[in-house]
Every structure is written in C-alpha cells, then in structure tokens.
C-alpha cells in the first residue's frame, strides 16, 4: 500500500519557537494533503486541506498565520507551527490522497508536540 | 458544521462480538471510514462503505445505511489486540474527511 512518511515522530521546543513538521508521499503522488490536530483521548480534527501548488484551506477556528502549510511539490507538504505556545501541543498527523475517486487515505505516523 | 458522534467508551469480553454505532449529519456524503487508532500511532484503514449494506473484511465488517445516516462496525472473535481507539469518519466532497468522536475499546480476558 501507498506510504506517507510523517518527520519528525517527536518534538520538545522552548515557546515562542517555531516548528516544522514534514510529510512526504513515498510512492505515489499526492494532489491532496491533509492536516489533522489530535488531544490526547480525541479525535482527529481536520485542521486544513493543500492542493499542490495553491494555498490551503483551514478550517473554521485554524489560524492560518498559526499554522502554516505549504505543498509545494506532489511529495511534499509541511507545516509550520509559528510562535509555538504551550495551548499548541497536540499530536499532528498527515494524511494524503493521489485524488483517486473514492480513495482511502493514507496516514503519516504523527507528530507529537510538545511546547515549554 | 460536520456532526459524526460515536460512544466514547465500550468494554467487551475476548472472545465476543462488539458493535460500535456511528451516526452521522453532514453536507454531502461521499463515503464512510473506519479506522483504528492505538495511542501515540496513526490510524490505520479498517474498512469503507459508501452504498447500503454491510462489507464484510474478516472479522471485521461494517455496515451504512444513507437514508438514516447510520453505520456500524462489528468486530467478531474479539482479541486482546482489538483494544484500541475505533474512529468513524466521513468523507463529504472529493476527499475531505471528517471524523467522529472516535470509540475507546477496552477487551478484557
């Protein structure tokens, strides 16, 4: 099956910091990624889609500012965390789509963030 | 808004079949996912509905019906393993997914 590739799988900062987080489709090209936010014992809350080439689109309550997203190439999209806060500590996972009609997902391993 | 709402918590004894129910309201539908979750990893891909009718996958099998914005998942001859987070999620336009509450199932011995 098609893999995602999701780094760094752990992150410590100091607030105030910002961090980036990749995800990369290994075999297959992705149009489509998708960002997803979790807290511990929730579910996965879509944070926003990004089509190659443009820009995202967030969801109602994601700043945009915040969370930066960027898809520049079919194998690649990253997001930013910018002036990390210790309220942005979550667990973030990646997801990505080749655009296939009814295709399922494929899922990065995560990304837990922790801020100081 | 997306409202998908599944039970928080289900306890079930190794051995034994358990369904989680998964009711959804949505603009647009375009498919049902299960996934697993177990803590700290990604989800992984259980199964998808997108006509009526159960899909059957093993022990695993999952059912929809559109007309009443109902599915469920049904695991048989539970394992220990099966412990773990259930998420129900729907797809409402070309690919975005929307998940529900998600189901934390407890097998014990």
């Known amino acids: 099956g098609a893999v995602v590739s999701q780094h760094p799988s752990r992150v410590i900062c100091k607030s105030g910091t910002s961090v980036k987080i990749e995800c990369r489709s290994l075999?297959?090209?992705?149009?489509?990624m998708f960002w997803y936010r979790q807290f511990p014992k929730k579910s996965l809350m879509l944070m926003a889609t990004?089509?190659?080439?443009?820009?995202?689109?967030?969801e109602q309550g994601v700043e945009k500012d915040k969370f930066l997203i960027n898809h520049a190439s079919l194998t690649l999209s990253t997001l930013t965390v910018t002036s990390a806060h210790p309220e942005d500590s979550s667990f973030y996972i990646c997801?990505?789509?080749?655009?296939?009609?009814?295709?399922?997902?494929?899922f990065g391993s995560g990304t837990q963030l922790s801020v100081l | 808004g997306q409202n998908i709402d599944q039970p928080t918590e289900m306890t079930a004894t190794e051995g034994a079949i358990v369904q989680i129910n998964c009711t959804y309201q949505?603009?647009?539908?375009?498919?049902l996912f299960w996934y697993q979750q177990h803590a700290g990893e990604a989800p992984t891909f259980l199964s998808y509905?997108?006509?009526?009718g159960l899909e059957e996958k093993g022990r695993f099998s999952s059912f929809l019906s559109r007309s009443k914005g109902y599915s469920y998942l049904l695991l048989k001859e539970l394992q220990m393993k099966d412990s773990a987070s259930y998420l129900c999620?729907?797809?409402?336009?070309?690919?975005?997914?929307?998940f529900g509450t998600g189901t934390r199932l407890t097998v014990i011995p």
């Open positions: 997801s990505a789509s080749s655009g296939a009609p009814n295709e399922k997902l494929f």
């Open positions: 509905n997108v006509l009526d």
């Open positions: 075999d297959f090209q992705a149009t489509t």
């Open positions: 999620a729907v797809r409402t336009g070309a690919n975005n997914l929307f």
């Open positions: 949505t603009s647009g539908f375009n498919g």
């Open positions: 990004s089509n190659e080439g443009s820009k995202a689109t967030y």
